[in-house]
């Protein structure tokens, strides 16, 4: 078990708060340096005051902090080998960017057990169905939203795209009525209001969810039919979003392989327009 999943099993046993339960969320995109941090190293950078993640370690059952830690470091040191060579000394705080490289790569390694799961294998198979597909992100995901729409565009025969919090609703409901039967849904936090409205409104509409979060942990995550997992690096000042990108792209290829017949001829048929739209200098 990675030390990621030992956090995160231990943070689903407990009943936290939302505020606790969006500390576990930063500290997931932390490992494994979250391990050997003190209370106030880890309350700058989760944004939240000392006593409040003293709080949470007895909230997770520990008697205290330095019980909490011990435990994680436990698990971290049993899950994530030694990676230095001969000679190489502990890295010291590096460059911010070269920092946030580190954990975009942590981050896009940790798909491995998303894309290789039943979860990936059940979110294939509900959007591969739907025709239309519906494709959601607001604010922060809308860049997401909008690149995945783009691709699906190329092999997929029909693909509605919203990222206006203001017609959302009308999309969805649309898109259920053109027999629309699944709903792809962007979230990464802050969490827009109208997306988990979109959640709701398409399950009781009768489509199916599929939602790519930045957490297991996010407060609508049981609400989603299938939830797939794609955490944010959290280290610059703003978040950064690469493992949704290779998420979402190794998505639909995945799709695309379902009917390979079908996605050969759309891709030709794009590729007779290169000329249009490619100025060789």
Request: include cysteine.
């Amino acid at each position: 078990m990675a030390p990621e999943d030992w956090l995160l099993n231990l943070a689903q046993q407990h009943r936290l708060s939302p505020t606790q339960r969006q500390i576990v969320q930063r500290m997931l995109g932390m490992f494994p340096g979250v391990a050997f941090l003190s209370t106030v190293e880890i309350a700058e950078q989760t944004g939240v005051s000392q006593p409040t993640v003293t709080r949470l370690a007895t909230a997770l059952g520990f008697a205290g902090f330095p019980e909490f830690r011990t435990a994680l470091r436990e698990a971290v040191l049993s899950g994530v080998p030694e990676q230095r060579g001969p000679g190489q000394r502990a890295p010291e705080r590096f460059d911010a960017g070269v920092v946030a490289i580190e954990q975009e790569c942590a981050n896009v390694g940790s798909l491995h057990r998303v894309v290789t799961g039943d979860r990936m294998a059940a979110a294939v198979r509900l959007l591969a169905a739907s025709q239309p597909l519906g494709v959601v992100g607001l604010r922060a995901s809308a860049a997401l939203a909008e690149h995945f729409g783009f691709f699906a565009r190329r092999i997929l025969p029909s693909v509605t795209t919203c990222t206006n919090a203001g017609t959302l609703a009308d999309t969805v409901l649309q898109l259920r009525q053109q027999d629309a039967s699944a709903l792809l849904i962007f979230a990464m936090p802050r969490y827009p209001a109208a997306t988990v409205a979109a959640i709701r409104r398409a399950r009781k509409l009768g489509l199916s969810t599929v939602v790519i979060a930045d957490s297991a942990l996010a407060p609508f995550a049981g609400e989603a039919d299938v939830l797939l997992v794609a955490p944010v690096g959290t280290g610059l000042v703003f978040d950064s979003h690469a493992a949704a990108v290779v998420l979402s792209i190794s998505l639909l290829d995945a799709i695309a392989a379902t009917d390979p017949e079908r996605t050969q001829r759309r891709l030709e048929a794009h590729e007779s327009l290169v000329d249009d739209w490619i100025h060789e200098a």
